[in-house]
């Protein structure tokens, strides 16, 4: 799930940023916080835990049981056992929960009223695409896929200050952007309306510069110089059905 890659990498930061750690072991680390975080997502989602010995396969058995339960003890007494914290994860799905309220509301007064239909109408066209899209769903896909596509952007951690809940608002605020420039009923939308300013905290014109910069990492895909594994890796999974293929839509202009 992706609760679990966000609270992974929020152990495997918050750990390196406390214990210098040689690259040799790097591996361990990760894997370590991958068990942790694994442990307490699925506990919450009801599914069967990541056992030690899947823990080891995965990295193709180059650490044993004993080292990954006392790297596991190593880790959580580090970090005072402070594990489960909110992610960029948990804010993603707190802002789009409150943005489903708005357009609920939105929609049962008739006030610029759209779906997601209307937004992907004229590029699904020319890609024939037939599958049914939902408006909440797509801004979830597409506050996902910017949010995963510029997780390792060095210079969004510094503007953010690694601040897990501005990072999201403005993954947010894309995602409403892109879902207002592309609305065929030429309707005015709210791209972030005052109920989502006061539950952030944030103004619009403190998410502007950082929303610019993901936008322009994001384009840095479309070039065929890209060769980093990691970025299309990301841009193949938003280009599936599953996530409304927003990987192939068009970028909104910020």
């Known amino acids: 799930p992706e609760s679990v890659m966000w609270l992974t990498m929020n152990i495997f930061d918050r750990y390196l940023s406390i214990i210098d750690t040689h690259r040799k072991i790097l591996q361990l680390v990760a894997i370590a916080a991958y068990f942790i975080a694994s442990k307490l997502s699925d506990n919450d989602i009801g599914t069967n835990t990541l056992t030690l010995s899947d823990a080891c396969r ?42 489903y309220s708005i357009d609920n509301i939105r929609d049962n007064n008739k006030i610029d009223n759209y779906s997601a239909n209307n937004y992907i109408t004229l590029w699904r066209s020319q890609q024939n695409l037939n599958s049914c899209f939902s408006e909440s769903s797509l801004l979830k896909s597409l506050a996902c896929y910017y949010a995963d596509r510029n997780l390792l952007e060095y210079d969004l951690i510094e503007m953010t200050s690694g601040s897990s809940a501005l990072y999201a608002a403005c993954c947010i605020y894309c995602a409403r952007v892109q879902q207002s420039q592309y609305n065929t009923n030429n309707l005015p939308i709210n791209t972030w309306p005052k109920q989502l300013e006061d539950e952030t905290g944030y103004k619009i014109n403190d998410l502007i510069l950082i929303s610019k910069i993901i936008i322009i990492h994001v384009k840095e895909e479309c070039q065929s110089s890209i060769t980093n594994k990691r970025q299309l890796i990301i841009k193949k999974k938003y280009s599936d059905e599953k996530y409304h293929y927003v990987a192939k839509l068009p970028l909104p202009s910020i």
Do not use: G
Request: proline share 2%; charged share 10%; glycine share 0%.
């Open 58 to 99: 995965l990295t193709d058995n180059a650490f044993n049981i004993t080292q990954l339960k006392n790297f596991e003890y190593k880790i959580l007494k580090t970090l005072n056992f402070h594990i489960q914290i909110p992610t960029v994860y948990n804010f993603l799905m707190y802002y789009i929960n409150i943005t």
